[in-house]
């Protein structure tokens, strides 16, 4: 069975880190580009961050670029990402997604939700002091 488990999400104060994990089970995730992705009460679901399946190429929104950086461990079959100066506009469930890459587009990620086939359950990050 194909799973993708998040962890690492609490409560911060604004400025403050956390790095959330994302543990894949059933599968590995040598073939799969990865997502994250976060979901706001209210608002729609948008892109974080990606990295592609090779690992050489990841993307960020430009609101996250320079606070966030997403990485895999090929060994553990997992999903990091660090977020760092984190903001109250920054609290929401994360999830962590992933989609299948052929070998032509091992370079390649995107941040667009409806592009991933499987999805974690999401963990709170809520940002407040």
């Known amino acids: 069975q194909l799973q993708l488990v998040e962890s690492g999400g609490g409560l911060v104060q604004p400025g403050g880190s956390l790095r959330l994990s994302c543990q894949a089970s059933?599968?590995?995730?040598?073939?799969?580009?990865i997502g994250w992705f976060r979901q706001a009460p209210g608002k729609e679901r948008e892109g974080v961050s990606c990295i592609s399946r090779s690992g050489s190429a990841t993307n960020y929104p430009d609101s996250m670029k320079g606070r966030f950086t997403i990485s895999r461990d090929y060994g553990k079959n997992a999903i990091y990402l660090e977020m760092n100066s984190l903001k109250p506009e920054d609290t929401a469930i994360y999830y962590c997604?992933?989609?299948?890459?052929?070998?032509?587009?091992?370079?390649?990620?995107?941040?667009?939700?409806?592009?991933?086939?499987?999805w974690g359950q999401g963990t709170q990050v809520t940002v407040s002091s």
């Open positions: 997604a992933a989609r299948v890459m052929g070998t032509s587009f091992q370079n390649i990620c995107g941040l667009r939700p409806y592009e991933y086939a499987y």
């Open positions: 059933g599968f590995t995730l040598d073939y799969y580009a």
